[in-house]
């Protein structure tokens, strides 16, 4: 059984940092894409970054949005992927969710084929 779980949301000032962990269950990451989401309120969910292997070696993608201030990557010993949120502004208070899908299918930027998604975790950035 696939499982993810979303963690390490919290209240930070601005220009601040916070790392989110996603542990999963269940997932190759050789044959898996896991993204990160996120939705702020009244707003539609944003696809923001999303690794998967590509010959053994990770790689990652990243909405403009976030591209520079924000890096994922994983610890396969963990099973588990991480982002790392850096420079934090108001505009990234949102609810943030790991999903994971088949990587030859995921289509991040529009969260298709994510089959499977964690709880997810809160991010307040205050000004």
Avoid at 7 to 26: E, H, K, N, P, Y
Avoid at 43 to 54: F, L, V
Wanted: net charge positive; glycine share 12%; aromatic share 12%.
């Amino acid at each position: 059984e696939v499982q993810l779980q979303a963690f390490g949301g919290g209240l930070v000032q601005v220009g601040g940092s916070l790392r989110l962990s996603c542990a999963t269950s269940g997932i190759a990451f050789d044959d898996y894409g896991i993204g990160w989401f996120r939705q702020a309120p009244g707003k539609k969910r944003e696809g923001i970054s999303c690794i998967r292997r590509s010959n053994g070696s990770p790689n990652v993608w990243y909405a403009s949005s976030v591209r520079g201030r924000f890096t994922m990557f994983e610890d396969n010993a963990k099973r588990t992927v991480y982002l790392q949120m850096s420079s934090l502004r108001p505009e990234d208070t949102a609810v943030y969710y790991c999903a994971a899908g088949l990587k030859d299918y995921v289509v991040p930027v529009f969260g298709e084929a994510f089959d499977h998604w964690g709880q997810g975790t809160l991010v307040t950035v205050s000004s």
